[in-house]
């Protein structure tokens, strides 16, 4: 330690292990009843993570991992203070604390997860948001920070990032920064001034008031009117001096459509003095929202000395937790006034930064330095502060001033070297701390400093040499016991190491680290009883110690003792189901009592979190060929070999796996070929119409593999043939249950369920089909054919065309569509489309028949009558091409001709009601209406309810009447 150092200002305290070791990542760890999912923001603070709830999978919070490491039950007690105090804020728009706690030391915060964003999003996707949505959500934030005002709370970083949105998009006021409320001496401690950006003149002279608040919110006011901020620099110094000594734009300068009103209201807020600003937020509000807002002019007092502080100012200021600000100003003001000598500005400093006021300290050290910008006591009382502040980049550029003007210093590269240290940058560290070294080569701390550093950059022995070093001077330093020990266990030298920490024990006999790190060592030593004495013994100064867990299970698995090593890994794992480690030692223990199938599961989800664990791989490689799945055992094992060439046993397994693999496949492929040959067959039966043969070579097949997909659809495809209707069901949902998407297995089902009559499950098959194969068109016809069936002929319209757009001259999807067509009546189309499917097939009955309907229905009965003759002449047979030749030779009343026609048709078909009554009313357009009677009542036998028939047959019988 440095001559005249106090130990308030001994600022850069070792950290035992957390720059020796490297940690998990957080993502998928469980903190609470939450597992975190993702980062969402990272800040000075703390980083904030989106987290679902373990049990209650719809909960999703967000938790707030703060940049702090209480260590001592102080620290403890006034976070959990501070915490239980943001808990009781209770407002619409404050985003609600719902839980808080520790994970590891590192205190967090669970809030709900704010949907709608941060108003920094918001402005980034609409540059000017409408001023009514402005002043609503400035009416909300207003209120919430009145709210925290009455309770003794200011914000203190009022800033888009840290107004939320709800899924409504009602604001909530969110982040109040507890590590800015905690007094502790850690230098962990992150920023607490606010961002620069949003801090209020004052801040940047470490004063603070609910005033402080207005002017950050005028600033995020300012920029939702113009799209910018009252002020932009990249640097903070030049931030401060902007906000301090500069007049802001006038907003109307920005966007013209500023009401004047609205912008006195926002230059107010603004102003430098903060007694100039408005007496209260609400106040400011109430300004925006009126048009009679009297011009105030905006004063700036920065080169004055401070005013005396109100009694409202100081009355408010009291009640927000700042009780020190008043007799700061005060002796402030008394100094600019009476020019106050270097030496007491520095004396005043350290009594400040003693008192943990690194605000006011900081203010002090730049006064000293306006006086000598050199001081080397200034110089690093600065960056001393700036570092506890949380402002790293300037206490850095404090520090190389320092060593620059004062460069055999070795406090000023001693202090460098840290800082560059802690941003990781180890290269340039070394080199600070070793000038340090040669300016005063008895500091144990630089040592201590500089075996950190060499171990970061894996300069194990250096590193040896330099915690010796710092030994030698303080014999006492556990800390530089510790990195010797680490360091030694790095180079293998395990009986040093452990008599390294055996030393470390003797100084703090219940350091955690020092005794998991001397178990893990015992174990190594194959000391397996002397490790376990003291895993019991760490337990029981913290049950759930994870470390300790899990190295008492590791020995217990290597004793055997399965049960009670099963029973430690579960342990670990209920509190934290994705550790890795865990999870591989209990799917190690499960593979050794014989669960192949469990221990393949807990394996591949431990090397889901960590991917290089060679030893997981090579333990899942067997379990998997236990399993006799030799492929996936093969590729665990080549994965093993890869992280680790010299793994015996993976390359045993390996061996082994291909060997099995090799056979595997051969009986695979012999087995195959009598599949393939058995289905071959009874293809072959199939096709020769001998479907029960068919159906006995595809059972066969089955038996030899029962899962096959293709199979099972050949079965129930014979099965459809012998009319088994229901069992070649059974066989197409099998199918389909082993692959969901097999579309083929849905078209046949598709198929039977139209024999069956069930047109809605046919219609779902042909749907499901069309999905997972959209453009086989047979898929597409056969749906529309059914729609047609079913009369629903605008639905089925569409399908037939979107088939011709993949096949254009697809016949059936066009006599589909022409049927269509006709049904709907749209007779010119669908005239249209049987002539294409005429010009490319003029063998085509159906399309001559429906070409006649067509005209028959444009009582174009002359070419209608040459249709039907055609498609007659085709095939003598067809009933419909006969009686399309009655109806028309009727409407050219050639009667004779017609009933000539119908004769025939009824020859074919005698029973067709349609054809009767057609004939009958050809006999009474001929005056022989006794007959056409008769025909009438024969058509009534198979349509009694047929009031057209009725009607046609009164009207004979009153012509029958002498």
């Known amino acids: 330690m440095y001559a ?121 996707q609409q540059h000017l948001p409408a001023w009514q949505w402005c002043l609503k959500l400035l009416t909300q934030v207003s209120e919430a920070l009145h709210y925290v005002h009455q309770q003794q709370i200011i914000h203190r970083d009022l800033k888009p990032e840290n107004i939320l949105l709800s899924e409504s998009s009602e604001a909530l006021l969110a982040d109040f920064g507890i590590a800015s409320m905690l007094s502790t001496k850690s230098i962990k401690f992150t920023q607490i001034s606010g961002t620069p950006t949003y801090m209020a003149p004052e801040q940047f002279r470490g004063k603070i008031s609910i005033q402080s608040d207005q002017y950050a919110l005028a600033c995020i006011a300012y920029e939702l009117l113009t799209g910018r901020p009252p002020f932009e620099s990249d640097n903070f110094i030049s931030m401060g001096f902007l906000h301090t000594s500069e007049q802001p734009v006038p907003p109307s300068q920005l966007n013209p459509e500023v009401p004047s009103s609205v912008e006195q209201a926002l230059l107010k807020a603004l102003a430098k003095d903060r007694n100039d600003r408005f007496e209260d937020v609400l106040l400011f509000l109430e300004a925006l929202q009126t048009d009679a807002f009297v011009e105030t002019t905006v004063k700036n007092n920065h080169t004055d000395p401070p005013k005396a502080t109100s009694h409202a100012t100081a009355q408010s200021e009291q009640q927000a937790t700042d009780t020190s600000t008043v007799r700061h100003e005060e ?142 001077l303080d014999p006492t330093n556990a800390a530089a016991l510790l990195g010797l020990g680490f360091s030694l266990l790095q180079l293998d030298r395990l009986e040093e190491a452990l008599a390294i920490f055996n030393d470390a024990l003797k100084i703090e006999s219940s350091h955690s680290d020092a005794l998991l790190t001397k178990a893990q060592i015992l174990q190594r030593l194959q000391r397996g009883a002397e490790a376990l004495a003291i895993y019991d013994q760490l337990l029981e100064i913290e049950p759930d110690h994870e470390g300790a867990l899990l190295g008492k299970a590791n020995l217990l698995a290597n004793q055997q003792d399965y049960a009670q090593a099963l029973e430690l890994y579960n342990q670990v794992l209920e509190k934290n189901d994705q550790q890795w480690e865990a999870l591989r030692g209990k799917g190690c223990i499960l593979y050794m009592l014989q669960r192949p199938e469990e221990s393949v599961t807990y394996l591949s989800q431990g090397l889901t979190v960590n991917r290089s664990d060679h030893g997981a791989l090579t333990v899942k490689g067997l379990a998997l060929h236990q399993l006799q799945r030799y492929q996936e055992a093969s590729d665990a094992f080549q994965s093993a070999l890869a992280l680790n060439p010299h793994d015996e046993k993976a390359q045993q397994g390996l061996n082994k796996a291909k060997a099995a693999l090799k056979a595997q496949q051969q009986q695979t492929k012999r087995r195959q070929n009598r599949i393939t040959e058995l289905r071959r067959k009874g293809q072959e039966q199939e096709l020769l119409g001998r479907s029960r043969e068919a159906l006995k070579f595809y059972e066969q097949a089955l038996k030899q593999d029962p899962q096959n997909v293709l199979l099972l659809i050949d079965q129930g495809n014979a099965l459809y043939s012998l009319k088994r209707y229901r069992e070649a069901l059974e066989c197409y949902d099998k199918a389909l249950t082993l692959e969901p998407e097999a579309h083929r297995a849905y078209y046949e089902k598709a198929i039977v369920c139209e024999e069956l009559g069930r047109s809605d499950e046919a219609l779902t098959a042909y749907e499901h089909a069309i999905r997972y194969n959209p453009k086989d068109t047979l898929y597409l016809v056969r749906q529309g054919l059914l729609l047609n069936k079913l009369q629903r002929f605008q639905e089925a319209l569409p399908i037939f065309v979107r088939a011709l757009q993949i096949k254009p001259d697809f016949s059936y999807a066009l006599q589909g569509k022409a049927e269509a067509q006709l049904s709907l009546k749209r007779y010119r189309e669908a005239l249209s489309t049987y002539d294409q499917i005429l010009r490319h097939d003029g063998q085509n009955v159906a399309a001559h028949n429906g070409r006649g309907d067509a005209l028959f229905f444009l009582q174009r009965y002359v070419e209608a009558l040459h249709s039907h003759e055609r498609a007659a002449h085709l095939d003598a047979r067809n009933m419909a091409a006969w009686y399309g030749m009655g109806i028309n030779l009727y409407q050219l009343e050639r009667y004779t001709e017609a009933l000539a026609a119908y004769n025939q048709a009824l020859s074919l078909y005698p029973y067709n009601a349609v054809v009767l009554t057609s004939k009958g009313r050809t006999f009474a357009a001929m005056g022989r209406y006794q007959e056409a009677i008769a025909l009438y009542d024969q058509a009534l036998t198979f349509e009694p309810d047929n009031q057209h028939l009725l009607h046609l047959k009164q009207e004979a019988n009153q012509q029958n009447q002498p």
Not at 362 to 368: D, R, V
């Open 4 to 124: 005249g150092e106090s130990p308030s200002l001994k600022l850069f305290q070792v950290e035992e292990r957390e720059h020796l070791e490297n940690t998990d990542p957080l993502i998928g760890q469980r903190i609470d009843n939450y597992r975190i999912i993702a980062p969402i923001a990272a800040g000075a603070a703390g980083i904030v993570y989106r987290a679902q709830h373990h049990y209650l999978h719809e909960r999703v919070v967000a938790i707030k991992l703060l940049h702090l490491f209480l260590s001592t039950p102080d620290e403890h007690e006034q976070f959990l203070r501070e915490a239980q105090m943001l808990e009781k804020l209770k407002h619409p728009h404050i985003l609600p604390l719902l839980d808080f706690g520790f994970f590891k030391t590192q205190p967090y915060l669970i809030t709900p997860y704010a949907v709608g964003g941060s108003l920094r999003q918001r402005l980034k």
């Open 331 to 472: 002796f402030l003001t008394q100094a600019i006034v009476s020019t106050e000598s270097l030496q007491e500005w520095l004396n005043q400093a350290t009594l400040w930064l003693t008192e943990d006021d690194y605000s006011a300290a900081l203010e002090a050290y730049e006064h000293a330095l306006q006086q000598d910008p050199t001081n080397a006591e200034a110089l690093d009382g600065k960056a001393q502060t700036l570092y506890l502040l949380g402002r790293f980049p300037e206490a850095l550029e404090s520090c190389q001033l320092h060593a620059y003007y004062h460069p055999n210093s070795a406090l000023a590269h001693y202090s460098l070297g840290i800082l560059l240290f802690r941003q990781g940058r180890y290269q340039e560290a070394q080199q600070a701390l070793e000038r340090s070294i040669q300016l005063d080569s008895q500091d144990e701390d630089t040592y201590l400093w500089q075996g950190q550093t060499l171990h970061a950059l894996k300069r194990y022995e250096e590193a040896v040499w330099a915690f010796k070093q710092s030994i030698q």
